[in-house]
């Protein structure tokens, strides 16, 4: 299914069109936020390789409504959430931040003991982890993981 985040209007450090009542802002709103979808995708070469887009939403709001740039990605597909997290963790904080990022999603897979998600090359093929394929037996590690909390 479709799934977005909210990446702002604008750089996080930078001022934005604000809402205002009896004026129409729309059109000045939606062209800084369009600069903004221009930067990100210069920023991130790779959004559309992991299926993803970068797009404007608006919200309604008590004095009118307002715009967020966001990433649409398919919230099926892992690679395409690792990559909006990433890109939500290296926003560019001024509109003078050009730097180009990318990235090499690696596949995740759950731990079959404690149900961490792991890099696919953490796990053995058994599909443990590190830290429970350690422990010599289960009910050493079930033991171990009642200590902590673990279920």
Known sequence: MREYMELGPVPCDEECVQVKTGENYHSEMREEMGKYVELLYKRFPQVQEYGCGFGIKMFPHDFGSYGEVCICYNDADAKAQQFAMFVESNL??????????????????VCSLCGD??????????????????????????SEYQKEGIR
Do not use: Q, Y
């Open 92 to 109: 560019p904080m001024k509109w003078a931040d050009v730097e180009v990022l990318t990235t090499e999603i690696k596949e995740k897979v």
């Open 117 to 142: 998600l792991f890099d696919k090359d953490e796990v053995n093929p058994d599909g443990e982890c590190s830290d429970c394929s350690a422990f010599s037996s289960d009910e050493e590690r079930k």
